[in-house]
């Protein structure tokens, strides 16, 4: 059996909140595309009823044909996100369907829980958020369907008040948490490859 294509989404913010640790994601999106000599994927222009059209998707999305990746940076607000990200699930995933292929869809995210820079994953359908309100609505939206995750570990700070978390994560990002991200391409693809 051929290996599964993969719809990789990242997830973060847009201006004013996109240079934030809170886009983690889409830092690690665009290393990872970097590291595969391709373009970074483009932040959608158009709007989100038509992001599923196919010249939509084209247009934001960057793909790497010899390993059957299509990468797309989302563009919706974080904690919005779920409609956006179930669109374009579910066009790239009729369009592989009807081709003869897997379809897996594999969100890149930031993660308070992990260190700077370190990256892990899972595999799962549904299963807990912890407390990330980009892929709660995620999972809301595309209950069911089996995701797989890469976490983009971003630290956290020492308290767990609420405040303190949101100004963390929606604080801007410095050259050298962006560099940390940066240098783990090579890890974040090694996972990548072993999503089946």
Known sequence: MPPPRLLIV??????????????????????????LSLPEP????????????????????????SRGWTFYRSASVMNTVGPEVGK???????????????PRLVILHDE?????????????????????????????VLSGVKIA?????????ESRDPDVVSRWVLSPIKSHQKQAIEENADTVIAQLERIV
Request: proline share 7%.
């Open 10 to 35: 990242s997830l973060g913010n847009p201006p004013p909140y996109a240079n934030t640790l809170h886009s983690a994601g889409h830092i690690a999106l665009n290393a990872v595309a970097k590291r």
């Open 88 to 102: 374009i699930w579910r066009a790239f995933e009729a369009g592989q369907r009807t081709d003869g292929y897997e």
């Open 112 to 140: 308070l829980e992990a260190g700077l820079g370190k990256t892990s994953h899972a595999d799962k359908i549904g299963g807990s958020a912890k407390g990330h309100n980009g892929l709660k609505d995620v999972l809301k």
């Open 149 to 157: 995750r890469v976490r983009i570990g971003i630290g956290r700070p």
């Open 42 to 65: 483009s932040v959608p222009s158009t709007s989100i009823p038509n992001l599923a059209s196919r010249a939509a998707r084209r247009s934001a999305a960057t793909t790497c044909p």
